[in-house]
């Protein structure tokens, strides 16, 4: 890791500070080499540099790289100083389009108010005042019939339907401290996002299981029943190497028009994405099904610190990896592994 020198001066001292420069990871490789033993450290490493270049190079925040690494960051061992930097980048934007700035879009409002929430949850487990406006602002451009005009980028399973960002609404109020979901900020947009949810069926078995990972915050989602069959419908798609692979999770056609393998090999956003959802639903940290995926997490880490999973829409850069890492960390902290 290199070091740049940025120009920001304190108030009260007037000097200059170096923020570190993170060299950004090699491309993704299926055939890369994997580490002999896992290292929060190294996912951390990994995910700070693809994050923080994303920041820095696009200033925006997408749901499968920075998203994600802000939603990691607490659960790793030591608190990283990228995704530090990446939060006070929401925070920033916040503040711009609160006192007059123009959001880059819909999508991006709820991108922000999820990443904060998610974040006050796992570190103060106090809600921000500006994840309370992030929040707030939500609701305004909320869609009458309760969901968001969401990124249509033909980038399964995160940019391609307005679904997607209705169930990650849910989480964000769901998980947001001090009983967000309760006020009266929240109380309207929440009855017509509910209503939303309740009548449209989820497009595929990702969304529902994000559907099941919302439930599990906000509770009157689903009924019990469904909540455990989704539960079973996502344990018997469990590889015998005890992964899951994303292709698995819908029907994906690629952009080349050919469909994904169902019965692909077990990959990381597939497992540490299931794995999570399948521990804030309730599944035991010793069931069979978490034990057997923890083993495939830990057997599976890349030298680089990711976990790898091959892009459902080309064969370009595999962005779906850095989420997949993300809630590889998530998971692996689900299940009490550090």
């Not at 002999?36 to 925040?61: F, H, P």
């Given at each position: ?7 920001c ?100 409002i ?26 707030d ?22 940019e ?15 998980i ?19 209503g ?28 019990d ?84 999973t ?29």
């Amino acid at each position: 890791m290199r070091s740049l020198l940025l120009f920001c001066l304190f108030p009260a001292f007037g000097f200059a500070v170096e923020k570190p420069d993170y060299d950004p990871p090699k491309p993704t490789k299926s055939d890369e080499a994997k580490v002999a033993i896992w290292s929060a450290a190294k996912a951390g490493e990994y995910l700070d540099a693809v994050g923080v270049n994303w920041t820095r190079d696009r200033q925006c925040m997408t749901c499968h790289t920075n998203m994600a690494h802000v939603m990691a960051g607490p659960a790793l061992p030591t608190a990283n100083a990228g995704w530090k930097e990446v939060r006070t980048f929401l925070e920033d934007d916040v503040k711009s389009w609160s006192t007059g700035g123009k959001p880059k879009g819909d999508a991006f409002i709820v991108v922000n108010a999820v990443a904060l929430a998610f974040t006050d949850a796992r570190t103060t487990g106090k809600l921000h005042e500006l994840t309370k406006v992030a929040l707030d602002r939500m609701w305004t451009v909320q869609l009458k019939t309760g969901e968001w005009n969401w990124l249509k980028c033909e980038l399964s399973p995160l940019e391609h339907d307005d679904y997607y960002g209705a169930v990650l609404a849910a989480v964000a109020v769901g998980i947001a401290p001090d009983r967000y979901a309760e006020s009266d900020a929240a109380k309207v947009g929440l009855a017509k996002l509910k209503g939303y949810l309740k009548a449209t069926p989820a497009p595929d078995l990702h969304h529902k299981a994000m559907l099941l990972w919302a439930n599990s915050l906000l509770k009157d989602l689903m009924t019990d029943d469904d909540a455990k069959a989704t539960i079973v419908e996502l344990q018997k798609l469990q590889h015998a190497d005890g992964g899951w692979c994303l292709p698995s999770l819908g029907n994906y056609i690629r952009r080349d028009k050919t469909p994904n393998d169902k019965a692909a090999p077990s990959d990381g956003y597939g497992t540490g994405f299931t794995l999570f959802v399948l521990r804030q639903a309730g599944v035991a940290q010793d069931d069979k099904s978490i034990l057997a995926g923890v083993k495939w997490l830990k057997a599976n880490q890349r030298e680089s610190g990711r976990w790898y999973t091959r892009s459902l829409n080309n064969d370009k850069a595999h962005y779906i990896t850095n989420a997949g890492t993300a809630f590889c960390v998530l998971a692996l902290d689900a299940c009490g592994e550090k």
